[in-house]
């Protein structure tokens, strides 16, 4: 068998020609694909952008050099499965350093709706209540803090044989023991309970 200086056979010589010709060939692939990937970008970004300047252009060639104004940008899908999404930018334009320049306006504007203020606890008036048997009492809950956004409750009773509660915190006696009504947030599951003693 043929053989080097260094003591490497012609086969593993050849073998080892054939395992950096196929890492070459794989990287090469990789690096073409990553390179068009790149390319790609820069002509979707050039194409946007273009359009966008070339509509600043045609408003300032007709005489505007001051005043509000919005840029839109175009993404178009380059397969053409998408449909193009618009996107329009506030800002103004100003006369800077003897050019016409759109300055983008980056302040967040309002949306218009009310933040969301999560409930943070529940109270209810009383934390005992005293009721003869088939008689009436109303508990009021206060659901924390007071501009909460959703201020909905829920009632229960731990035992119905002792005591039942209405939706609206009335509370009704049935028989002789003693049960908890509690109260529930829907918002956050914040609870507080009163303790009914039933004679």
Known sequence: MLKCKKGFTLVEVLISIVILAIISVALLLLFNQSFEGIINSGRKSKTIYEEGQKEIERKISKDVTSGTDSLKLIFKDADGVDPDKEIAIKGEIIPEDNLI??????????????????????????????????TTGNLTATVLPENATNKEVTWTSSDIGK????????????????CKITVTTVDAGKTATCEVHVK
Do not use: H, Q, W, Y
């Open 101 to 134: 320049a759109f300055k983008p306006n980056c302040k967040k504007e309002p949306t218009g709706e009310p933040p969301i203020v999560r409930v943070t606890g529940v109270d209810l008036d009383f934390k005992s209540l005293n009721l003869v048997k088939e």
């Open 163 to 178: 005591a039942t509660v209405s939706i609206g915190g009335v509370v009704t006696a049935l028989s002789k023991g003693k």
